[in-house]
Nanobody, 123 residues
């Protein structure tokens, strides 16, 4: 399984970014795909996840109403659409795969990780 994350960058407060995670070596329909982030000096935390088979999604309270996790089955790609960004969203964002259709917010239950992409939100 390989996950390739991209799309990070520098954006002003209130702006938008879309991260992409292209997956290879897996079948999306039997997995959960998640996004996590790690800010400087902090632990990695759950952001959002989507379970393919039942199209179930979950979001961290801190991003509800601002972030969505759309997908493109044909491209084996999951996205993180981030709107109304805030300085506290600054972090390295990682996509990850959980080999089960039930969503989890626990990072230890994800077994494959992308390399991370940096998002910086300026005030």
């Amino acid at each position: 399984v390989q996950l390739q994350a991209s799309g990070g960058g520098l954006v002003q407060t209130g702006g938008s970014l879309r991260l992409s995670c292209e997956a290879s070596g897996l079948t999306f329909s039997s997995n959960t795909m998640g996004w996590f982030r790690q800010a400087p000096g902090k632990e990695r935390e759950f952001v959002a996840a989507i379970s393919w088979i039942v199209t179930n999604m979950r979001y961290a309270d801190s991003v509800k109403g601002r972030f969505t996790i759309p997908r493109d089955n044909g491209k084996n790609t999951v996205y993180l659409q981030m709107n109304n960004l805030k300085p506290e969203d600054t972090a390295v964002y990682y996509c990850a795969r959980r080999p089960w259709v039930v969503i989890s917010t626990k990072l230890e239950e994800y077994d494959s990780w992308g390399q991370g992409t940096l998002v910086t939100v300026s005030s």
